[in-house]
């Protein structure tokens, strides 16, 4: 069974300027979720979808932040314009239903100079 | 909650020795608790989930106890083998199984061989 499929893997852009992150869950997985991790810390909840509605995304900066998943499967997070302290790991994550066990893709890796 | 910064908690040991990594928790209305194992360059990895209801449980190499008194969780991992030196982080989540996963700050596992 095919993983999460994140890319790209790495990107380097300046500050105030856009960027945009795909996902790909698990086949099948209903509930998606992105994450922010940045250096030395665990994982933070950025939003989560259950099909294409958003479940939550009370953490998600709303201002330069957004984020959808127009059909229910791929899923794209998006940061317009992008600060030095966004630099970060951005994980998606996704699980058969929500509750159930989330399964990590590799992440990108965000790099605002 | 966890303190935040660059320097993770690090524990060292021989391989072939067993490992113990804690983790203190925050709410105590959380009622599931997960660990996760992350390698350089990698998403998370799920390694083994504990609900409230229980105060051990066991897997392959691994066990998890839970102390809710005192909202102490640990991972025990037996005999640990070069292929364990990783961060390891655990989490919580309130009623919602393993949605609304917080996560802890994490710990670097380090195999001496």
């Known amino acids: 069974e095919a993983g999460v499929a994140q890319s790209p893997r790495y990107k380097i852009i300046e500050k105030r300027q856009s960027v945009a992150f795909w996902c790909n869950p698990i086949?099948?997985?209903?509930?998606l979720y992105w994450y922010q991790q940045i250096l030395g810390q665990g994982p933070k909840l950025l939003i989560q979808f259950q099909n294409n509605g958003v479940v939550d995304d009370s953490q998600l900066p709303k201002d330069r932040f957004s984020a959808e998943r127009l059909k229910g499967v791929d899923s794209t997070l998006k940061i317009q314009p992008a600060k030095l302290e966004d630099s970060a790991v951005y994980l998606c994550a996704s699980s058969l239903f929500p509750g159930e066990t989330q399964y990590f893709g590799p992440g990108t890796r965000l790099l605002v100079l | 909650g966890e303190s935040v910064g660059l320097h993770l908690p690090t524990l060292s040991v021989q391989e072939g020795d067993n490992s113990i990594i804690n983790c203190a928790y925050s709410n105590s209305a959380s009622d599931y608790f997960i660990w996760y194992k992350q390698e350089s360059g990698k998403g998370p990895q799920f390694i083994i989930d504990?609900?409230?209801?229980?105060d051990k449980r066991q897997g392959q190499r691994v066990t998890v106890l839970l102390n809710k008194t005192v909202k102490h969780l640990s991972l025990q991992i037996a005999a640990t083998q070069p292929g364990d030196s990783a961060v390891y982080f655990c989490?919580?989540?309130?009623?919602?199984?393993?949605?609304?996963?917080?996560f802890g700050q994490g710990t670097r596992l380090t195999i001496n061989p």
């Open positions: 989490a919580e989540s309130q009623g919602q199984g393993a949605q609304k996963l917080v």
């Open positions: 504990i609900r409230s209801n229980m």
């Open positions: 086949s099948g997985h209903a509930t």
